[in-house]
């Protein structure tokens, strides 16, 4: 063992799936978290509730990059069922701990391998209950990693703790079993791999959280007073997280509610009552996935035409059909754009990350209400259902904005002279009442049907033309009120790359690299909604070639630019990819440099655009200072990194 | 601020809350000239105003057909949502959430009930949304001129469908076997006992079904039809005459109705509906006795009308949830959007 490496591999332990052992990995990320270590989990598991393969991997990385890596170097087998494919996907040089009880050949002689007789040391607990042994079990592989890589016991006691919330016996029975692998490694092991972690303090001010449950909250802050909901893997959690938290967030001292959530017969009746709730006046959403949401597409035209503000989570899966239903994807962003039938445009947002969920969860609800038009959030399995560290969840810096609504005494001081559909203001955006108005001219006809300015039905082809005109005209002002996208700029940048979402972290690190082992410098530019403001035109109007990452087949957010910026088209690369897994920075990299044209450095845009855009940046940076989490991390390790890259360079 | 539109003249007659009957009136009807629906959407306007029910307290829900496009012929002072094909009941059950003083009277057909909404319908009545249901039942697509409903009756020919061998739903057992707490049946023809079960239904907490056979002058009015005029009229068999006495009114019986034949049955609010026996004692609280006649009206192909089916006193879908008294949809900023003190201590809790 001649180098060590310190806080930059991976841990994968490959399992079965509902064997218990996803409270031995929440442990051991949570206790790295602790120790001041970077870190993500990502869980690949099957559609199955038991018996199948599943994988936990953990990334440690001091430099703050915690996308999904590539390579294994850490590997904990478990399971029978995956051993051969554990030991043959390990990087060379890696450190291969296995149940001993898995009696299968080991032929490879690159690796460090640690026989582990996890069955054995349960079995000396004397205090261990029978029926708990297997459970606690898995806590034993907890304890020898923690001694081998050098994890402090006590953060792993903290994390059991938060964990257990609190209730002793489970925490002491849990880490006697930790103490009891660490104490038997220490004995019987003898360190050969390079692999230590080591305290920092890189985590200081964050959180850890998953982006469902940040959904959850966001829209409680939001003032959310209806949802209603279908169980739909990987979006479940987004609504039961509602039910936890709000009747703990909205006690009242007499004990009546002020929301309601349904759990519907399907996700047709989800989004229906979502709409009742909205027309009705109420912050209303419903939360789902791919196979949810095409059932909710006649209900989405309805809503966009009748203009009934509502939040649709989709917290997307792959498909098509069924597809993979416990992978992740960004597959439903064309879809979402136009859903509906006839001419149907939809505003959308992009969370990047887990506080970003937070923030567009209030965001949404003021945005569907001052729009009133669906808003759909896009996140992703790995963003909505695993863990991930961010910034703490920000109050919101404004007001609740509940639009244009009209109450009695709005409409004495018209005298009752009003319009439903009346473009009043100019900007396609009318007024609107809600029922238990009391005003005898307030009521209205509400109707998926052609209506006129006071909503009734009409077929004549001028109401029809400047109905749907007002309609496009209120998607334009949208512009004005969704989230500015994120810019990040590298002097001397010869590129451009634009991606969305939980690509976020893959994308920075991507940068990263293809900067210090490529030369290859890339502003980059995440949109974060739909429409698309005018930053991203900007954008693409400065960078000579810009890479658009999707991670799906076909290359959705580069359709969709094609489509927004014609002439620009033959600018605009796709790299584009989606196999179900989270997204690595090494895709991104190798999808990028595959398609790499070295800019013919001709045409350089005039210094003009180049203070707009410079202007933009900066003040998109001011303005959203959700996203900084990950980027201040980032920033402040490269230069670090910077210093360092030769040695990382070499082992790589 | 309950306010009512300006009186022309001084002579019109208002209800005990000041309005006329124009005040529950809606658009002109533009459904075919002698259709049932038309007289079912009277019924509604004069059972609102005689029960002084004001405009603003009802909101109307529908659905698409025939049928669904009725709202629009009446309460033209009362919110409505004409929403999608057999998706009616979802949209008023969040609807309704918004002002859980206001009750729904809703409108569906034979299609958009038992054929494409037949899940959202089922679902609904076992929630018991509180609203009134009602199915303009004619056995056949009227919008899409004329093809086969799911209430349909064996052996009927329509003219470009031929003949029909599919047996058809009842939507009155379908509404028991889920759980309904209040379920008729009425005949658009037999418009008295159309009102006074009406009345019946607007005085229910919960979910009240009222399947109107109401029959299609245009596509399906065959002598021998059971959704035809003819039919429905030779072959009506009233369970009861219904009177309906209104809360807080002392119930006076008609001189002709003897003790013993009458069966009073108390709804949420205290009115009463008097049933007078015709034939037989019908106990309208007993479930298992409710399918049994239903059973047997089917097998003496007799149209059973009447109350059919109540449990008062189940709680409505909005009692469920124990809501504040004020109106949700009217609720603050101060009253929605927790502190921010919790939110820190939500960061804290996130480990």
């Not at chain 1, 120790?35 to 599943?54: A, E, H, R």
């Not at chain 1, 080991?106 to 054995?120: A, E, F, G, L």
């Not at chain 1, 949404?364 to 863990?387: I, K």
């Not at chain 1, 690299?513 to 890339?522: C, D, E, M, T, Y």
Request: contains cysteine.
């Amino acid at each position: 063992m001649d180098k060590r490496i310190v806080n930059d591999f991976s841990i994968t332990v490959g399992t079965v799936n509902g064997s218990g052992s996803s409270t031995a990995n929440n442990t051991i990320l949570r206790a790295l978290f602790k120790m001041g270590i970077p870190v993500s989990g990502k869980n690949l598991f099957p559609s199955n509730i038991q018996g199948l393969p599943t994988w936990y991997t953990i990334r440690v990385n001091k430099d703050g990059f915690v996308a999904r890596h590539d390579e294994h170097e850490v590997v904990i087998a478990i399971n029978p069922g995956s051993f051969a494919r554990d030991l043959a996907e390990i990087q060379p040089g890696g450190a291969f701990f296995y149940a001993d009880d898995i009696k299968q050949p080991i032929t490879r002689t690159d690796i460090s391998v640690y026989p582990m007789p996890i069955k054995q040391i349960v079995r000396e607990q004397v205090d261990l209950p029978t029926n708990l042994r297997d459970l606690v079990s898995n806590m034993v592989y907890v304890g020898i990693l923690a001694q081998m890589i050098g994890m402090d016991l006590d953060k792993i006691l903290a994390a059991l703790t938060f964990h257990f919330k609190g209730k002793e016996k489970p925490i002491t029975m849990n880490f006697n079993a930790v103490k009891a692998g660490a104490e038997w490694a220490k004995a019987n092991l003898e360190k050969k791999d390079p692999f230590y972690v080591e305290p920092m303090n890189k985590t200081d001010g964050l959180i850890m959280a998953d982006g469902n449950l940040a959904a959850a909250l966001g829209s409680i802050y939001g003032g959310l007073q209806f949802a209603a909901w279908y169980p739909i893997t990987p979006a479940t959690s987004v609504a039961e997280s509602i039910n936890e938290y709000l009747p703990k967030l909205r006690q009242r001292a007499d004990g009546k509610h002020t929301y309601a959530v349904v759990q519907a017969e399907d996700e047709l009746a989800a989004i229906g009552m979502a709409i009742g709730a909205g027309w009705s006046g109420l912050r209303s959403m419903t939360s789902t996935s791919g196979p949810g949401l095409s059932l909710m597409t006649e209900f989405a035209g309805l809503a966009y035409y009748a203009e009934v503000p509502i939040v649709v989570w989709d917290v997307q899966r792959m498909g098509p059909s069924t597809g993979l239903p416990t992978r992740t994807s960004q597959g439903d962003l064309t879809f979402v754009a136009f859903m509906g039938h006839g001419d149907t445009q939809q505003v959308i947002l992009l969370p990047g990350g887990v506080d970003e969920c937070f923030e567009f969860g209030w965001k949404a609800l003021d945005l569907a209400e001052r729009l009133q038009t669906p808003v759909f959030v896009l996140s992703d399995l790995d963003m909505g259902m695993n863990q991930w560290m961010c910034r703490p969840f920000q109050y919101p810096e404004t007001s609740m904005d509940r639009g244009k609504v009209l109450w009695e005494k709005d409409l004495e001081d018209l005298k009752g002279i009003w319009g439903r559909y009346q473009d009043k203001d100019g900007d396609g955006i009318p007024y609107r009442t809600v029922p238990g108005n009391k005003h005898p001219l307030a009521a209205y006809f509400l109707r998926g049907t052609g209506h006129d300015d006071y909503a009734k039905y009409s077929e004549e082809v001028p109401v029809w033309l400047k109905n749907m005109d007002r309609l496009k005209k209120k998607h334009e002002t949208a512009k004005k009120y969704v989230p500015a996208p994120v810019l990040h700029t590298t002097k001397g940048a010869t590129i451009g790359i634009l991606a969305y979402g939980s690509t976020e972290a893959a994308v920075q690190e991507a940068r990263h690299q293809l900067n210090v082992q490529h030369g290859i410098k890339a502003d980059y530019l995440r949109v974060r909604a739909l429409p698309f403001t005018a930053e991203v035109g900007k954008f693409i109007a400065k960078h000579d070639l810009i890479y658009v990452i999707d991670m799906n087949r076909e290359g959705q957010m580069h359709q969709l630019l094609t489509l927004e910026y014609p002439a620009s088209a033959t600018r605009l690369v796709s790299v584009a990819y989606g196999d179900g897994m989270p997204a690595s920075a090494k895709w991104v990299r190798e999808g990028i440099l595959a398609k790499y044209k070295r800019p013919v450095a001709t045409k350089k845009p005039d210094r003009v655009k180049k203070t707009g855009t410079a202007k933009a940046a900066k003040k998109a940076a001011q303005a959203k200072p959700a996203s900084r989490s990950r980027k201040a991390a980032v920033t402040s390790s490269k230069k670090k990194v910077v210093k360092k890259s030769s040695a990382s360079k070499a082992r790589k | 601020m309950t306010e009512t539109l300006p009186m022309t003249g001084a002579n019109i007659q208002v209800n005990a809350v000041g309005l006329s009957k124009n005040d529950y009136r809606g658009a002109p009807s533009t459904l075919c000239q002698g259709c049932g629906h038309n007289s079912i959407s009277n019924q509604i306007i004069t059972a609102l105003y005689e029960m002084n029910i004001t405009p603003d307290s009802v909101a109307k829900f529908s659905g698409i057909g025939c049928s669904s496009k009725s709202p629009t012929y009446f309460l033209n002072r009362s919110f409505g949502f004409n929403g999608l094909h057999g998706r009616m009941p979802s949209v008023a059950t969040g609807g309704l959430f918004g002002d859980h003083t206001i009750k729904g009277v809703s409108l569906s057909g034979d299609g958009d009930t038992a054929s494409i909404g037949m899940g959202q319908f089922k679902h609904a009545v076992r929630r018991n949304v509180n609203m009134v249901y009602i199915v303009e039942n004619n056995g056949v697509y009227g919008l899409t001129k004329g093809q086969f409903s799911a209430t349909a009756d064996v052996g009927l020919t329509l003219k470009k469908q031929g003949t029909n061998h599919t047996m058809p739903i009842d939507i009155c057992m379908e509404a028991i076997a889920a759980n309904a707490t209040f379920v008729a049946r009425s005949f658009a023809g037999d418009p008295k006992q159309v009102k006074e079960l009406l009345k019946a239904a607007l005085s229910h907490n919960g979910t009240a079904l009222l399947d109107i056979i109401s029959p299609c002058v245009t596509f399906n009015n065959h002598e021998n039809a059971l959704h035809s005029y003819a039919w429905g009229k030779d072959h009506e068999a009233p369970l009861h005459e219904i009177s309906f006495v209104p809360a807080r009114d002392e119930i006076m019986l008609e001189a002709d109705m003897q003790e013993g034949d009458i069966r009073e049955v108390q709804l949420h609010d205290g009115s009463t509906i008097v049933l007078k026996k015709i034939d037989k004692d019908y106990n309208p609280t007993h479930r298992w006795e409710a399918l049994k006649m239903l059973e047997e009206a089917e097998r003496e192909n007799l149209l059973v009308t009447g109350l059919i089916y109540v449990e008062p006193g189940k709680p409505s879908l909005t009692d469920t949830y124990d809501l504040v008294d004020t109106p949700l949809n009217r609720l603050a900023e101060a009253d929605l959007r927790p502190s921010r003190e919790s939110l820190d201590t939500i960061n804290a809790m996130m480990f």
